[in-house]
């Protein structure tokens, strides 16, 4: 478990983050767009174009907004997985369900449920061993049982991160 520590004193470090992804959804849909976090709670992830879609998060709640097709679902963060991870103080070992933990001489690998048994899902993280641990990419899998993978890159921790979402916006 000594991985899964260094997993969450990794995630500590992180007080502002951002960089571009790469989702693979279910239906091997790929889509790309950037992404930013700034502690506690608040997450952005603008989606490039042809998609229309934006995620967002005010630390309390997460808008997930299609534009294409003019929807705008709400869910708690809390009901989440991310905010294990999204936190001041990420302690997996305290806060999550350790599934399954594997390590590799360039790799650590760990799956996680949130101990509380309302959060549906679990993630999956990679994290990049040498020469310090970065997170390369995740697999969130749903209440379904279907799984996303988002791959991270460009990753950068700036001192300041404007966040040009304070408060979610209810659309019209």
Known sequence: MAAVGK?????NTLSNLKGTF?????DNKRMRGRFFVKKPGRLRFEYA???KQ???????????????INTD???A???TPFRLLVKNDVDLLRDARIIDVQEADDLVVVT???KNT????RIKLFLSKAPELDLKEWVTTDAQGLDTRVEVSGLVNPKNLTWRCSRLRVRN
């Open 7 to 11: 997993v969450s004193a990794y995630f």
């Open 22 to 26: 790469i989702q693979t959804a279910p």
């Open 49 to 51: 174009l042809p998609s």
């Open 54 to 68: 934006l995620i967002v998060s005010d630390g309390q709640m997460v808008a997930i907004q299609d534009f294409d």
């Open 73 to 75: 679902d709400r869910i």
């Open 77 to 79: 963060l809390d009901q």
């Open 112 to 114: 996680l449920q949130d």
């Open 118 to 121: 309302d959060v549906a899902g």
